[in-house]
């Protein structure tokens, strides 16, 4: 079988369509010429901007006073000795609250913990939370409960939650902890840590299900058709096709929950209150924060938690071109 | 390349609803076969059988001699191009389109070869390493045929592939599916809702209606012969014309006169069970003005006169639409077909006739005007079965036949 003459229809068709207006590149030099335009702007338009700044004016207020104010302050109080113990040598002492943190062996074995329990937790969140999607999405029968099932951990308090997991682990006491001779897990920093993760797991995989199931509603079906055709395997469907559609939905769901493990607190306050050097980042800032009420070095470390999670960001958004939920431009240029 | 066999095949879903009814289709190596019919007739769920995207639920399919209905689509070696392209878009036009052959572990060396060549074919060269997202509809549609050809698949299976192109470039791509089928030479089968794709592409069209086959033949045969109103109303464009008439003295009273019958149509209402009413089919071919033609054609049909409601001036020749009085032809066939253009509830009072007349006609809107038509060219179908009493073996042989 020979493919080789060119029917003379293909160059009609190809012909044909270079006249049919539409389509992405007809519509990039517009876009180009409207973007790069300065002609004054007429009286209507001008209007309609002031406009959508006072319309955006008010949620704005709020938010530099819910957000922007806390951040900027604990900045400022980061830069003082202040200890609220010894309120009278308050004094501006520039970095040397950070030096002091990031010299401090404390501070670097709970970072360790923190980025341990985030990577661990969000890996094995990743791999959980893409097959109870699955599932969730492929269920034809009773898909409503399934969903609700798979749903109910996410709506546990904390709190509550990590609880229920400290007294399963009592020794004595807990169903959990009799299943290994009485033994006390938490007790112990790798068994603490294990079960904290493990709590994490439990409780946020359905979150990560819920982000990814939006985006394997992404993906046609007729992709799946196809690649069945071409011959590719459930795997091979599932890699080669489903994985890279659904890419900006997963970076998505990596990004926040990276994001949210990152400021692990709960768990570890109910389950090992910090014991054992299980102390997370957040646990730190805490007890320096509020119990040991320095408020110079808790806010340093808060700070530097802030500046650790907004390069988790970064690198996420400008790395991975990690989009918006709904924009699908991320990928594409 | 194979021949695809279908034996009684079946689909029914867990509901209950039977999608696709027993099913009996021979396709040639090599044939280009149509499968054709309204909306929600089976013909892609026929399809996705053909490909293993649906199971069967009896029956049996045979690709090339071979019992496939267990097989996985990967390992039935078909091709299929969708409506919607599937397009890969995080892959490149040469990523697409050397999907399949990746997947069959060639060497790299042999998947661009072939890459190339199909993409020469379809003149996708300058594109082969833009996105699907930076390609127009036509181009998109000529890289999903690119992906199936590269493969030299046993056949190809296309659902409404050109069915999300403007008018134009559908009639372009459509002689370039053609061409190209031809060229390979493998069996191909297609599916489209658009009775002017199915009249000019194929081989033989399959025209389906609720899962069930209708008539399968050359699509001249079928526009010449159907065996049912549902055929006579579904090919054609403008379609047949529909008149009531009731069978009185062994004449046919019409809107359009009295029509009389020859020996054999006349045997087959003196029948006991032959119905009192028929439905006249006539195509607006089989009409002309009666100003124009010989008195040998003359003798060939009758004439009647009625008032001109719209002149279509096509340039070769004239759509020209009369207003009849009498009683609108009924039947369900009618109603489904009305149902699925969306002209149901857009009827009227009376009948309308589509008449195409020589573009010579001085015709105007609003006057009344004398057509004749052709009696050996009309139908009769009963509109209780829809089946075509003026078919005989196969042939149909007007109203006059002896």
């Known amino acids: 079988m020979s493919v080789n003459a060119t029917p003379a229809g293909a160059q009609a068709a190809a012909e044909a369509e270079a006249e049919q207006p539409g389509g992405r590149h007809a519509a990039v030099p517009e876009q180009r010429s409207r973007r790069g335009s300065r002609a004054p702007l007429s009286d209507n338009k001008r209007a309609e901007r002031r406009l959508g700044w006072l319309l955006c004016a008010p949620a704005a207020l709020v938010m530099v006073l819910v957000t922007a104010y806390p951040i900027l302050y604990s900045v400022w109080l980061s830069l003082q000795r202040f200890d609220l113990r010894f309120p009278d040598e308050r004094e501006f002492v ?119 199931m939006a985006g394997l509603a992404l993906v046609p079906e007729d992709l799946l058709k196809a690649a069945s055709t071409d011959g590719a395997t459930a795997w091979q469907r599932f890699t080669k096709v489903m994985l890279p559609v659904m890419k900006p939905a997963i970076l998505v769901a990596l990004l926040f929950r990276t994001l949210d493990a990152f400021r692990v607190f709960d768990n570890i306050f109910v389950l090992t209150n910090g014991g054992n050097e299980t102390s997370s980042v957040s646990m730190l800032a805490y007890n320096n924060l509020i119990r040991g009420l320095n408020l110079g070095i808790g806010s340093t470390m808060s700070v530097l938690i802030f500046i650790t999670v907004a390069i988790i960001a970064f690198v996420f958004v400008k790395l991975f071109g990690t989009a918006a939920p709904g924009s699908d431009d991320g990928e594409r240029r | ?52 995207l649906e199971d069967i639920s009896s029956g049996e399919l045979r690709i090339g001699g071979e019992r496939v209905n267990d097989k996985a689509p990967r390992d039935r070696d078909i ?24 997947l069959a572990k060639m060497d790299k060396e042999t998947i661009n070869q072939k890459v190339d060549e199909a993409a020469k074919v379809l003149e996708l060269t300058a594109l082969l390493d833009r996105r699907p997202a930076n390609l127009s509809g036509g181009q998109r549609q000529r890289v999903a045929m690119g992906r199936a050809i590269v493969r030299q698949p046993k056949a190809f299976l296309m659902d409404e592939p050109l069915s999300n192109l403007d008018a ?26 658009d009775q002017t794709e199915a009249m000019t592409l194929g081989d033989r069209v399959v025209i389906m209606r609720g899962g069930a086959v209708q008539q399968v033949g050359p699509p001249q045969e079928l526009y010449d012969h159907p065996r049912n109103l549902f055929v006579a109303g579904f090919i054609g464009s403008p379609s047949m014309n529909f008149v009531h008439a009731v069978v009185e003295d062994g004449r046919l009273r019409t809107a359009l006169g009295d029509v009389p019958v020859g020996d054999r149509i006349r045997r087959e209402l003196e029948g006991g069970d032959a119905p009192r009413e028929l439905i006249l089919g006539i195509r607006p071919e089989h009409f002309e003005d009666a100003a124009l033609i010989d008195d040998e054609t003359r003798r060939r049909g009758m004439e009647f006169e009625a008032p001109v409601d719209i002149v279509e001036s096509m340039g070769s020749d004239k759509y020209v639409y009369f207003t009849v009085e009498g009683e609108r032809a009924t039947a369900a066939e009618l109603e489904e077909l009305a149902a699925d253009t969306g002209a149901a509830d857009f009827a009227g009072a009376g009948s309308n006739l589509v008449t195409r007349l020589s573009a010579e006609s001085p015709v105007r809107e609003g006057e009344s005007r004398r057509v004749w038509f052709n009696l050996e060219k009309i139908h009769l179908f009963d509109p209780g079965s829809g089946r075509n009493l003026t078919l005989h073996e196969g042939r149909s042989a007007g109203a006059l036949a002896d």
């Open chain 2, 168 to 193: 134009k470039l559908r009639v372009q791509m459509r002689t370039v599916v053609s061409r190209l089928q031809k060229q390979l030479g493998t069996t191909t089968v297609y599916v489209t809702h």
């Open chain 2, 79 to 102: 091709a299929m191009v969708f409506q919607s392209y599937a397009l890969y878009p995080n892959m490149t036009v040469r990523e697409n389109m050397a999907f399949p052959l990746r």
């Open chain 1, 94 to 212: 520039g970095l040397e609250n950070y030096v002091t943190v990031l010299t401090n062996d404390f501070w670097w074995t709970a970072f360790g913990v923190t980025a341990l329990i985030t990577v661990v937790t969000v890996a094995v969140e990743l791999v959980l939370g893409m097959g109870l999607a699955l599932i969730m999405h492929r269920t034809l029968v009773g898909r409503g409960i399934v969903r609700t099932a798979a749903l109910i951990p996410y709506g546990i308090v904390t709190v509550v939650a990590a609880f229920s997991w400290r007294y399963a682990w009592t020794p004595g006491t807990g169903y959990l902890a009799n299943l290994f001779d009485g033994s006390a897990p938490l007790t112990e920093r790798a068994s603490s840590l294990a079960i904290i993760m493990l709590a994490e797991i439990w409780k946020t995989t359905p979150f990560m299900a819920l982000l990814l």
């Open chain 2, 1 to 52: 390349m194979a021949d695809i066999v279908l034996d009684k095949v079946s689909k029914r879903f867990p509901d209950g609803t039977t999608a696709v009814q027993d099913v009996d289709l021979e396709i040639a190596d090599g044939e280009f076969v149509i499968l054709v019919g309204p909306s929600g007739c089976g013909k892609s769920t026929t399809l996705n059988m053909i490909a293993g």
